[in-house]
């Protein structure tokens, strides 16, 4: 299984940006795939997950503002990201979970297989 995450880049707060991750050797339709995030010198975060190819969750610093969603054609799941702030700058990775429980869409560990990350900037 291969993730490729893309899209990320430099923005104005308030800006929008739309992430990318297209995978490959393996069908996203009800697999769990889900986003983190992390800042220089601080943990990995949780930001939105579809579980299961159904449900969505976010986490509370990005939801109203994050939209998660997948592309059955493409494989590919986005990560829409609206009224950006500062606060947001930070390296994006994709994180595919197979057989994840809901109560652990929010642990990194718990994902198997990882994109390479792509750096979101967004300036004040």
């Known amino acids: 299984v291969q993730l490729q995450a893309s899209g990320g880049g430099l923005v104005q707060a308030g800006g929008s940006l739309r992430l990318s991750c297209a995978a490959s050797g393996r069908t996203l339709t009800r697999e769990t795939v889900a986003w983190f995030r992390q800042a220089p010198g601080k943990e990995r975060e949780f930001v939105a997950a579809?579980?299961?190819?159904?449900?969505?969750y976010y986490g509370d610093a990005v939801k109203g503002r994050f939209t998660i969603s997948r592309n059955n054609a493409e494989n590919t799941v986005y990560l829409q990201m609206n009224s950006l702030k500062p606060e947001d700058t930070a390296v994006y990775y994709c994180?595919?979970?197979?057989?994840?429980?809901?109560?652990?869409?929010?642990?990194?560990?718990?994902?198997?297989?990882w994109g390479q990350g792509t750096q979101v900037t967004v300036s004040s």
């Open positions: 579809k579980f299961r190819g159904a449900n969505v």
């Open positions: 994180a595919l979970g197979p057989s994840l429980i809901l109560s652990s869409i929010r642990t990194s560990a718990q994902y198997s297989y």
